[in-house]
């Protein structure tokens, strides 16, 4: 431990140099580091202090590598994985291998080192790791690292865009996204960040008793001007992981909007947020069809009835025709087997309709209508109710992970990045 004896207490301010280039702030990423030296938990708590990090969730562990597969094994991985490891370099691949088996496929791993190789370095960065640091470091270098990842010129956007529409107006497609929303953050504890698109009615506001500024019209109004600090003005939050940008909800005027005006702010909050919701109205315009051929994951909300079905049909075969080489939308079926209702079943529907069903929302008068009134998510009136299983569950498709377990993470994963590439190689 005598190599960790510098000062590092002391939180790094961003230099003038970083202030000048208006250095940018890491996105509403989760991180979680694995230390196995307390020095090196301070190391990374010091650096939450930078200026860039101020958006980060970050928690540090104890435990190192093994802490971290042992913590995996039943908890869902976060955006960014630190480790800390002062095993031998011959045997850092196989933990790290061990590791990945347990991570979800998006997740990035920075590891903290103890000894210069260059053989190390190379064999771990061509596996996938992002970064290899050999310690002692600042925590400047840590912040930069992550900086590199997420902010770099050319880095990926983060952010997963899940778009969900009604066949029909009142289909509950509002309903379905904004739980949907609250079980992602709630399970996967990632920023999630709902746009409600429906300019003069839209219920993100009400649903989650909120009555902020006019988030997402001021947000679209602002076009250009709009950046990451006005972004954060215009956001409310609506729990922890969770927040909204909502719709104005006035009539005063009328929001003729262009094919291409909501996709700055769309691609804005991709760059910022690892997973936007997109709740879609019942429309069908330039900015809805163009927004259904850019997002990632089209989820087509209807209830069990012929004109529903007409109306999902003809969605997902536009969808489909539109972007041919991208993943078919999904469907949710809604209020199913409400009383004295004749319904088309489930499996028919989805069968006509060609689309993957992965969710069956049952129809509750009593338990939506209160959840409505209160302002509240279902999980929130009814935190054992089993049709939050369903919302979790077309949340961990929709994020990629199929068939969840317990911790949220699928069975039948691609594996980690930094697997793969091994195994390749
Ligand atoms: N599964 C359900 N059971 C009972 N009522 C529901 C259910 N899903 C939605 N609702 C109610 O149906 C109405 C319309 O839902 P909403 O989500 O606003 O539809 P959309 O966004 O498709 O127009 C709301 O009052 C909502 O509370
Ligand atoms: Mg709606």
Known sequence: MSFLNQDRKVPEEPSAADVATGARLIPRITIQAFCEHSQTAQLIESAIHDRRMSKVALTTHNGGLEGAIETYRSNPTPNLILVETSAAPADIPNQLERLAEVCDAATRLIVLGHVTDVLLYRELIRSGVSEYLVLPVGPKAIVEAISELFVAEGAAPIGRTIGFIGAKGGAGSSTVAHNVAWAISQTLRQ????????????????????????????????????????????????????????????????????????????????????????????????????????????????????????????????VKSMRPTEAKPSLVISQQGMPRRPEISADEFASSVECKLIGQVPFDAQLFGTAANNGQMIAEVAANNKINEVFRAVGMHVTGRAAPDAAGRGTSLKLPSFLKVRRRA
């Open 191 to 318: 920023d999630v960040l709902i746009l409600d698109m429906d300019l003069p009615f839209g219920t993100a506001g009400l649903n989650f008793n909120q009555d902020p500024p006019h988030g997402l019209a001021d947000a679209v109004m602002a076009n250009q001007k709009m950046d990451q600090t006005m972004l954060d003005r215009l956001m409310s939050k609506a729990a922890n992981h969770l927040n909204l940008l909502t719709a104005p909800v006035t009539l005063d005027r009328t929001f003729d909007l262009g094919e291409r005006e909501f996709e700055q702010i769309v691609e804005l909050s991709q760059s910022l947020t690892p997973i936007v919701v997109l709740d879609i109205p019942h429309q069908w315009n330039g900015w809805v069809k163009h927004t259904l051929a850019a997002i990632d994951e089209i989820v087509i909300v209807a209830e069990p009835d012929l004109a529903n079905l007409r109306n999902a049909k003809n969605i997902a075969d536009t």
